[in-house]
T-cell receptor, first 114, second 113 residues
């Protein structure tokens, strides 16, 4: 049962253009979402997060949008740079109190072409 | 700030052997996690510690996997005996508190022959 899904395994964009990575979830109880970036042979690096009480969070070139009614979130990267080429994971935070399990999607490989 | 440290980076063993991984979290982080990432999938939580106590081990295959976090700092994850399907990257993460962004180490890539 895949509770967090990234349906696009890969995405290729031109340098300077916008990259849009999508993520869908099934559990309406999820209240916090995160995006991680992963380079080969390295661990995931936290990128940006959003609480379910918001519909948008922005940090420099990165913006995450949340549509709760559609159970959908997206990560926008503007402008895209070759150094952004990596695997991007969407994750939902499950649990309450002292529990904080991240449930990850399968990842989307982004390639930014110079 | 030093990141999450893991060792070894790579390990190759035969099935039915045992193996152990070590993790040193970011200083001051109370919560520590072990994840398993199989090729082509996202990481999956195995166990979560709050200080030196287990908070969630519901997805840990307890017949072969064990983990401990002595003194609420370093942690070890052990597999005994290993099976072919245990081939994966084992990631350690830590956070200041539960439900805070988790910071990951570079992982240990385990190959079972």
């Amino acid at each position: 049962d895949q509770q967090v899904k990234q349906n696009s395994p890969s995405l290729s964009v031109q340098e300077g253009r916008i990259s849009i990575l999508n993520c869908d979830y099934t559990n309406s109880m999820f209240d916090y979402f995160l995006w991680y970036k992963k380079y080969p042979a390295e661990g995931p690096t936290f990128l940006i997060s959003i609480s379910s009480i918001k519909d948008k969070n922005e940090d420099g070139r990165f913006t995450v949008f949340l549509n709760k009614s559609a159970k959908h979130l997206s990560l926008h990267i503007v402008p895209s740079q070759p150094g952004d080429s990596a695997v991007y994971f969407c994750a939902a935070l499950s649990g309450s109190g002292n529990t904080g399990k991240l449930i990850f999607g399968q990842g989307t490989t982004l390639q930014v072409k110079p | 700030e030093a990141g999450v440290a893991q060792s070894p980076r790579y390990k190759i063993i035969e099935k039915r052997q045992s193996v152990a991984f070590w993790c040193n979290p970011i200083s001051g982080h109370a919560t520590l996690y072990w994840y398993q990432q199989i090729l082509g999938q996202g990481p999956k939580l195995l166990i979560q510690f709050q200080n030196n106590g287990v908070v969630d081990d519901s997805q840990l295959p307890k017949d072969r996997f064990s983990a401990e976090r002595l003194k609420g700092v370093d942690s070890t994850l052990k597999i005994q005996p290993a099976k072919l399907e245990d081939s994966a990257v084992y990631l350690c993460a830590s956070s200041l508190e539960a439900r805070q962004p988790q910071h990951f180490g570079d992982g240990t890539r385990l190959s079972i022959l």
